[in-house]
């Protein structure tokens, strides 16, 4: 059903749509695109590294596809979005063939996993990293290039260096 590389788990799910729904989500899908009142509770879920929906026409047929990479268990990932983001569950499924509704859990559970296909490939480019250790390698570069840029003595560049550690040791 899913593919792992390291600490990274992928999920693909396609789900049948009901046509009317498609026409939802294309006119819902701009407005949401950007929107902090949208993807601030999704940003607050930190063990995703990244998310993508996109809608397929085959045919006569409406599927909506929703590819993810996450850290964790994947039954732990579908929980939290029952937990965190019902309503946009509902909004994002509503008119998917047999959706149950994001609670209770275990329904939606079977729901999602039933359309769940496996990965044949997954890649990922920091396997044994998590979210929090690939952003917080990229604040500590930053701030380390703060500390690089200064063209001061060696007196002014050790207490710069030793600012950087106090500021960033709790991401080393």
């Given at each position: 059903m899913r593919g792992r590389h390291g600490r990274v788990e992928a999920i693909t799910i396609i789900t049948p749509?009901?046509?009317?729904?498609?026409?939802w989500l294309r006119l819902s899908w701009p407005f949401a695109r950007g929107n902090p009142l949208v993807l601030r509770p999704l940003l607050r879920l930190a063990f995703i590294h990244f998310a993508h929906?996109?809608?397929?026409?085959?045919?006569r047929g409406r599927y909506l596809l929703f590819q993810s990479n996450f850290n964790g268990d994947v039954k732990q990932y579908v929980?939290?979005?029952s937990l965190t983001?019902?309503?946009?569950?509902?909004?994002?499924?509503g008119g998917a063939h047999g959706f149950p509704g994001p609670?209770?859990?275990?329904?939606?559970?079977r729901f999602i996993f039933g359309r769940a296909i496996p990965a044949d490939h997954y890649w990922s480019a920091y396997p044994e990293a998590t979210t929090r250790m690939v952003t917080d390698a990229l604040d500590i570069r930053a701030r380390y290039g703060e500390v690089d840029a200064i063209e001061a003595g060696p007196e002014a560049f050790?207490?710069?260096?030793?600012?950087?550690?106090?500021?960033v040791q709790n991401k080393l």
């Open positions: 749509v009901r046509g009317w729904w498609s026409w929906w996109s809608l397929i026409r085959r045919g929980d939290a979005f983001v019902p309503g946009r569950m509902r909004l994002m499924w609670r209770p859990m275990e329904r939606f559970k050790a207490a710069a260096y030793r600012r950087f550690i106090i500021a």
